[in-house]
């Protein structure tokens, strides 16, 4: 295995290496802007070449992940899709279109779906039905357009994906799924070489960005596996309520800057600098203590969900923990900037 994973992550190197070269042939590079702050063109082939990494390994062992063919088609579309995002900067409502028509397409084709959420509110299981359908693609436009909108520094994505497909594998493999446990592996050896360029470890002028090709994948991806962990006929190995803490911090994030963004009268999905890395920045933190504080912060949740899973915490208590926890990061969000100034008057003293 070891072996196997060894040679996994030189693929992924190697296919990192060589995508650069074709991203500044054909022009796919990030320009610094107002909102992108970058020193120079970036090639924007990290989602690209995970893509290409993890399709090479699945054709090599299809029978680790049901359906991987229709897994296959969806993500290679969904990559396309966003390489022409970044070339391009084409329309977000195509974008959505593309994400409700994929979501249509896991459901019919590959079977996967949101069929129940559990005791989430405390008046025992709840089948959604009908209604399945249509959660469905709420809940896979929303996974994707998360972890899209939390990629702002450098490794932030990376991370956050690690923190998230750790947790999964690790529950995964505590019920004896071992199959989607080594894939949550694999995706974790996968991406580490694309966090250390994005991080300059190979010098800066290696640098690469993930792009929303691989914002799009990874969101993807983590709502295709927690579907599959957690609408499993029987005993699933994750409980619905599980997944929210697995992907809390890029949910959080995006839905309170949303919210945010609608009270000013703005639209949901217009750029800004307001999110909760911006935010620490401009708190003084530089990029490399965000990014530490941030993966800190989501490994807290996902560990509170699989402390909660262990232990078997009844699942209402967890989604009223969840919305707790929401209610207070919005609110400190909002209210960051007289915070930080009260904190600045106290430490002066």
Known sequence: MFIELGF?????????????????????????????????????????S??????????????LLPNYQYYIVAILILVII??????????????????ALLSVYMIRVANIELNTIGNMFGFGDMQLGFFG??????????AINAFN???GIDGLLGGLSIVTFGSLGLMLSYDGQMNLAYLCLVLIVIILPYILLNLGVF?????IFMGDAGSMLIGFTVIWFLLLASQKVGDAPIRPVTALWFIALPLMDMAAIMIRRIRRGHSPF????????????????NSRQTLIVICAIATGFAGFGIYAEMV???????????????AVYSTLLSKVWVISTKLREMLAK
């Not at 966003?82 to 994400?99: C, E, P, Y």
């Not at 217009?270 to 933190?285: A, S, T, V, Y």
């Open 203 to 207: 010098g800066r002028e290696r640098r």
């Open 133 to 142: 359908d249509i959660v469905t693609i709420l809940a896979v436009i929303g």
């Open 149 to 151: 909108m939390v990629d």
């Open 50 to 63: 995970i893509c290409i990494s993890f399709v090479h390994f699945l054709y090599l062992n299809p029978d």
């Open 8 to 48: 996994i992550f030189f693929f992924s190197l190697s296919t990192l290496f060589i995508m650069r070269k074709v991203a500044r042939h054909i022009g796919l590079v990030d320009q610094p802007c107002e909102r992108k702050l970058h020193y120079g063109t970036v090639p924007l082939v990290g989602g690209i």
């Open 312 to 326: 078997d915490i009844p699942e209402y208590i967890m989604f009223y923990l969840f919305i707790a926890c929401f």
């Open 270 to 285: 217009k750029p800004d600098r307001e999110h909760l890395h911006h935010i620490f920045e401009r708190l003084g933190l």
């Open 82 to 99: 966003g390489a022409l995002d970044d070339k391009f900067d084409i329309s977000f409502k195509l974008r959505f279109v593309v994400q």
